[in-house]
């Protein structure tokens, strides 16, 4: 065995260890921004940047073309991703970093569901199991009936369905586009997406807010790219229960920059949503491992 396929879960627990921090930064500075600006108006500005960052994947990739059975789904995947980003927008500006970050954690269970219901999959009962604790989790964080929801929930919940059946959409894509070109024209359609509803809500920002917003651009860029290093490196099994921290981060960082208080149903409820999920990702990993084993010189430790 080489040192450096030895050194590769590190490698890809370090990468999703610097992703979680990157997106923990991503909120902090949304929520840092508060209600000055609509959440489409900073939403535009946002990708808007990612755009420029972007911009010669997006060249190439608009070099090559889509596929005529691509350009429905690109399209489709687009409209949810605006939707879904301009609730996150809303919902990051007003309730919790750590809140935010737990009801996010749904995203994978409706890309599950998802898979399920469009695309065919079936899902097992344990996995069933799994998605019905997730869910009581995120009743746990909400807690209906013993608090007020207030709209930022709503919103949050709202995200996290329309992230995932853009994640869902992105599934059926990447047998298509190469992952580059994927990313690329998600920034394009979304950019133009957000156009018109930031248009209809327009306030000139100030160059502070253009430069906060620059700055949530470079984060979320680098976490995507962050991201990608540490699939690259390691398997889900591996990397996936290192995004349980970004809700302890998000909570610390709530606490100490924001004054919020550290509520620990939504801790406990965080847990069961991303326990849930840990506990899926292993199951898949099995059972492809049993249906494909690893050829000797694949095989890690």
Known sequence: MSVPDANRPLQGISWMLVSGLSFVAVNATVRHLGTALPAAESAFIRFAFGLLFLAPSLLGALRAGLPRAALLLVAGRGALHTLAVMLWFFAMARIPLAEVTAIGYLNPIVVTVGAALFLGERIHLRRIS??????????VVLRPGLREIAPGHVAQLGAAVFFGLSYLIAKRLSAMVPAAALVAFLSLTVTVGLAPFA???????????TFWLSIV????????YAMARAFAAAPLTVTQPVTFLQLVWATLLGALAFGEGVDPFVLAG????????????????RLRRRVTPPAPEEARP
């Not at 799994?130 to 009743?139: D, P």
């Not at 651009?217 to 995507?224: E, I, K, Q, S």
């Not at 949503?273 to 199951?283: L, W």
Request: net charge neutral.
């Open 199 to 209: 248009a209809a809500v327009w306030i000139p920002p100030t160059a502070a807010q």
């Open 130 to 139: 799994a998605i019905a604790v997730a869910l009581v989790g995120a009743l």
């Open 217 to 224: 651009a470079v984060f979320a860029t680098f976490g995507h």
């Open 270 to 285: 965080g847990g069961m949503i991303i326990g849930a999920i840990s506990y899926m990702t292993f199951r898949e990993a």
